[in-house]
């Protein structure tokens, strides 16, 4: 089982749709979350930590559930520019004792007019 | 703006070849990842150090590949000798010790081995 598991994807939608991505992790020692975007031929970026009692940025609102060892992202009004792909990220002491930070495999992201 | 350099920012050599990736973190910043990003894998994580010392490097092929920090301010990769199949974006990212810190990741090298 991969460490950081997303939603395949892609995901095809119009302008003005509310998509939503999930992630599941298997470390339950995970300390932090995040949200990444990566644009095509780009670095990943942070586009938002994912807080416990879940957090808002304008259109994206993350929420963690640590029980279920679950992170989401909700985009609201979808834009053409939010065209992208998103990565899951958890940081935190994974096999050898390690502080790592782990990247999902990316849900890829198409808003279309 | 702080930000992580990362040169150069495209390579192609042939196969057999050596080749040094280079990195440069962010000021300040104790812990550096190379990360390498292909099509087929996403992005995998091949090392990882913190004060400069290499702390998990298990993701990294050690016949042939290599990472090092001569000091705070460089971070190398190194593959001997490249081979076709080592063709991907190269990113190194830096953060704080901290365990909860985000990640800054420079733009990446593009390497074609061929």
């Known amino acids: 089982r991969k460490e950081v598991e997303q939603d395949p994807g892609p995901f095809n939608v119009p302008e003005g749709a509310t998509v939503a991505f999930n992630c599941t992790y298997s470390?339950?020692?995970?300390?932090?979350f995040f949200w990444y975007r990566q644009d095509c031929r780009k670095e990943p970026k942070l586009l938002m930590s994912?807080?416990?009692s879940g957090n808002e940025d304008g259109r994206f609102t993350a929420q963690l559930n640590r029980a279920s060892q679950y992170i989401s992202l909700l985009i609201r009004d979808s834009k053409l520019s939010d065209s992208a792909t998103y990565l899951c990220?958890?940081?935190?002491?994974?096999?050898?004792?390690?502080?790592?930070?782990?990247f999902g495999a990316g849900t890829r992201l198409a808003v279309h007019p | 703006d702080a930000r992580v350099t990362q040169t150069p920012r495209d390579k192609v050599t042939e196969m057999g070849q050596e080749v040094t990736m280079r990195c440069q973190p962010i000021?300040?910043?104790?812990?550096v990842f190379w990360y390498r990003q292909t099509m087929m894998q996403g992005l995998e994580l091949l090392a990882y150090?913190?004060?400069?010392?290499?702390?998990?490097d298990s993701g990294m092929p050690k016949d042939r590949f290599s990472a090092e920090m001569p000091d705070a301010t460089l971070a190398t990769l190194k593959i001997q000798p490249s081979e076709p199949r080592d063709s991907a974006v190269y990113f190194c990212?830096?953060?704080?010790?901290?365990?909860?810190?985000?990640?800054?990741f420079g733009q990446g090298t593009r390497l074609t081995v061929v």
């Open positions: 990220v958890v940081r935190g002491m994974f096999s050898g004792g390690y502080n790592k930070l782990i």
């Open positions: 470390n339950s020692a995970s300390q932090s």
């Open positions: 994912v807080y416990s």
């Open positions: 000021l300040g910043h104790n812990t």
């Open positions: 150090f913190r004060n400069r010392a290499p702390l998990d």
């Open positions: 990212a830096s953060a704080q010790s901290a365990p909860t810190g985000e990640a800054f």
